[in-house]
């Protein structure tokens, strides 16, 4: 079967400039929740011994402290995450003592990062991605520098730029609504989830590509479009036989492995299904588009 996948790329373009679009504005309207990695504070996280307090029942108890924005995240079947922007020792021990009144309890983690570690962290990360993209156009710039067409070496980096930033964007927007509504915040496990997600874009972006040459070297007289086109029916099923191996084990941690992961898991889900479809129905039809273009030209 032939799928006519160029014939209807500006139902892709469409669809995802969409996703653009409401991914910029979800950033803009209700930005990211970073975790205290990254904008400094204490995070205390508890597991009771009987029966788990609500929420409202903690938050009633910690009102009197005076901790500013709190956040209290249920975690497992007992425990609680509370999350405070106060790195006051004090404090926090305050903060166990009152909770202890009322049914026994034992502390799992009593983490402080001070707002100045936060921002290098923060500052760090942005280097590390920078980098790990720029390393990845330069090798596919190198890798595609004797390809023959229409289309050079450094736009097929171009393209795969763009795929990257469409993947990144749309998961950034989704991690926006979910810390809006969900208190989901980003830590430094998902940041290393964005960086295995930039190499599995740029891996089955490349496979693409790949075929691609290998088609435009046989020279069978077809156009650009019929053999990108012929090249994205190829790699289709080896695509999704790989993004499926790959998210069923991430899907079971999502689902039964413990909150540290949890997140780390669902971002690697999202990220991996953006770039499996944006290799498949953004990075091929794009390409065939540049070399309509400069073909008209």
Avoid: C, H
């Avoid at 049914?103 to 983490?111: A, G, K, P, Q």
């Amino acid at each position: 079967m032939n799928i006519p996948f160029i014939k209807y790329r500006k139902i892709y373009f469409l669809f995802s400039g969409i996703l653009v679009l409401a991914s910029i504005i979800t950033l803009t309207v209700f930005g990211l929740q970073f975790g205290i990695d990254f904008v400094g504070g204490s995070l205390l996280e508890i597991e009771f011994k009987n029966i788990r307090p609500s929420l409202e029942e903690i938050k009633n108890d910690l009102k009197d402290f005076n901790l500013g924005e709190v956040v209290i995240q249920p975690t497992g079947e007992k425990g609680v995450i509370i999350r405070m922007i106060t790195t006051d020792i004090e404090t926090r021990e305050l903060v166990i003592q009152q909770l202890k009144e009322k049914t026994e309890l034992t502390v799992m983690r009593n983490d402080l990062v001070g707002p100045i570690i936060g921002q290098e962290l923060r500052n760090s990360a942005k280097l590390i991605i920078f980098l790990a993209i720029l390393a990845m156009l330069i090798y596919i710039a190198l890798a595609f520098r004797r390809i023959s067409g229409l289309v050079t070496s450094w736009q097929y980096s171009l393209i795969s730029l763009i795929a990257l930033i469409y993947n990144i964007l749309v998961t950034l927007g989704i991690f926006s609504i979910l810390g809006f509504f969900y208190y989901i915040e980003v830590t430094i496990p998902i940041i290393v989830a964005f960086l295995v997600i930039l190499g599995y874009s740029i891996n089955d972006t490349v496979v693409v590509f790949d075929r691609i040459r290998e088609n435009l070297i046989k020279k069978t007289g077809k156009t650009y479009d019929e053999i990108v086109n012929i090249s994205l029916n190829q790699t289709l099923i080896r695509s999704i036989n790989t993004s499926l191996t790959t998210l069923f084990p991430l899907i079971a941690i999502f689902f039964f492995g413990g909150a540290t992961l949890k997140y780390f898991a669902l971002t690697l889900i999202i990220g991996i299904t953006l770039g499996t479809y944006s290799s498949i129905f953004l990075a091929g039809p794009l390409l065939a588009t540049l070399a309509l273009i400069k073909n008209k030209k």
